[in-house]
Antibody, heavy 117, light 112 residues
Framework: DVQLVESGGGLVQPGGSLRLSCAASGFTFSNYWMHWVRQAPGKGLVWVAYIKTDGSSSNYADSVKGRFTISRDNAKNTLYLHMNSLRAEDTAVYYC??????????WGQGTLVTVSS | DVVMTQSPLSLPVTLGQPASISCRSSQSLVNSDGDTYLNWFQQRPGQSPRRLIYKVSNRDSGVPDRFSGSGSGTDFTLKISRVETEDVGVYYCMQGTHWPWTFGQGTKVEIK
């Protein structure tokens, strides 16, 4: 079965950094684009970033461009999101999602990032 | 960015009765490859999103056949033929045709 398991969330002060991980199993990770999508408390879903299969190309939402970096290690079947200069408005549950046929066919359970002093 | 507008935002439904959610996009979602990348997701309370429908009308594996999607261009609909208790949650439409991909605001389905 396809599984995506996020980790690395927690409480961080404004201006701080955090690295999220998403461990993938049950499929050939290197064959799929991968995404991060976030959901602020009580709010809707917002795309954050994607990375292509070999990591050669990525793209970001304007709200995180220059602060967040998406990366992947296909040997470890793991997706990452490096988050710097965190702001209160980055507080959210962060989901990794597989870009399978028709887009976003599988999601992880999410990891909560809270930015607060 | 393409704006996805759902209605209603809240939908109280009687068990066993039908429900319908509308989703409208600010631009046509027909892609250059001829496909229309409009998906529907269900998010039950405390859970992560789950895809129900992809490319307008294709049901994902394991999704009950009481769920159906339809529409074209800019107007799309998710229908639940007979609402069950397990259908309570928030439903989102999402377009994957134009970057950045965008979601609707969500429609909260609850039992009357």
């Amino acid at each position: 079965d396809v599984q995506l398991v996020e980790s690395g969330g927690g409480l961080v002060q404004p201006g701080g950094s955090l690295r999220l991980s998403c461990a993938a199993s049950g499929f050939t990770f290197s064959n799929y684009w991968m995404h991060w999508v976030r959901q602020a408390p009580g709010k809707g879903l917002v795309w954050v970033a994607y990375i292509k299969t070999d990591g050669s190309s990525s793209n970001y939402a304007d709200s995180v461009k220059g602060r967040f970096t998406i990366s992947r290690d296909n040997a470890k079947n793991t997706l990452y999101l490096h988050m710097n200069s965190l702001r209160a408005e980055d507080t959210a549950v962060y989901y990794c999602a597989r870009d399978g046929y028709g887009h976003y066919d599988y999601w992880g359970q999410g990891t909560l990032v809270t930015v607060s002093s | 960015d393409v704006v996805m507008t759902q209605s209603p935002l809240s939908l109280p439904v009687t068990l066993g009765q039908p429900a319908s959610i509308s989703c409208r996009s600010s631009q046509s979602l027909v892609n250059s490859d001829g496909d229309t990348y409009l998906n529907w997701f269900q998010q039950r309370p405390g859970q992560s999103p789950r895809r129900l429908i992809y490319k307008v009308s294709n049901r994902d594996s394991g999704v009950p056949d009481r769920f159906s999607g339809s529409g074209s261009g800019t107007d799309f609909t998710l229908k639940i033929s007979r609402v069950e208790t397990e259908d309570v949650g928030v439903y989102y439409c999402m377009q994957g045709t134009h970057w950045p991909w965008t979601f609707g605001q969500g429609t909260k389905v609850e039992i009357k």
